[in-house]
């Protein structure tokens, strides 16, 4: 088996005295792990931060076997957010996402689009917390757990949604709501459209809800808890009243 594509570097960890594993989401093949040659040398540890962007030349005997990978560097990656300690905590914090609820060997194109947008905006630390919300949106839609925020799911009506039912992930109007609004999940007005300018308040009712289906429909079937820099996050980008 044999390929080459554009990849993320997820996490990597030392093996042997010289190598490291390297958990990769490539393109078209999904997320792959593979040995890295020198993968311990100070020059190749750059490579194997999370959020890298690579160019993976793979090779294994067999799709059952763990391959072994040669990696080319593809722009500044982790470097060019050296100095923004918030949008490298953003960085871990999606790699550990896709990471975690990704299945080994299987094509998430979608996933990895999320991910490279994602990436871009980092540079832009006024949008990059809402394109994160985004970012898991389409992670959960590519899992095949899409919310479906078109309409409210009790009358149809595509007015005045603000709530999500936390059972099904799917939008409820205001007056359709109302009876039920402390069991409901705030939809903030972004994720209904790009021409919706940001309130406070709302990237954090877009974690909690992006959260909330991630656990319940990603990570609670796994036994595993939601990814510890993705929590670590929420409570920076608090401190920083980014919420």
């Given at each position: ?179 039920y609004a402390d069991r409901m999940l705030t939809l903030p007005p972004f994720l209904l459209g790009s ?49």
């Open positions: 088996m044999e390929f080459q594509d554009d990849a993320f570097v997820l996490a990597a960890r030392a093996h042997g005295e010289t190598g490291a594993i390297v958990d990769l989401l490539t393109r078209s093949h999904g997320r792959v792990l593979a040995f890295v040659v020198g993968g311990a040398s100070r020059k190749m540890k750059p490579f194997l931060q999370p959020g890298a962007r690579v160019l993976a030349d793979y090779r294994a005997r067999t799709s059952e076997h763990l391959g072994s990978v040669r990696m080319e560097p593809v722009g500044e990656g982790a470097a060019a957010l050296f100095d923004d300690r918030l949008a490298l905590a953003g960085l871990a914090a999606a790699a550990s996402v896709a990471q975690g609820a990704l299945h080994e060997r299987e094509p998430h194109p979608g996933a990895y689009l999320a991910l490279e947008a994602l990436c871009e905006a980092l540079v832009h630390p006024e949008i990059w917390p809402a394109v994160f919300v985004r970012f898991e949106l389409g992670l959960l839609d590519d899992l095949g757990f899409g919310l479906d925020l078109s309409k409210c799911a009790a009358t149809g009506s595509t007015d005045d949604l603000i709530w999500v039912s936390p059972k099904t992930g799917r939008a409820v109007s205001a007056e359709a709501g109302r009876p021409q919706q300018r940001l309130q406070p308040g709302d990237v954090g009712a877009g974690f909690a809800l992006t959260g909330h289906f991630l656990e319940m429909f990603v990570f609670h079937p796994l036994n595993k808890p939601l990814p510890t820099p993705r929590l670590r996050l929420v409570d920076q980008l608090s401190d920083a009243r980014m919420l």
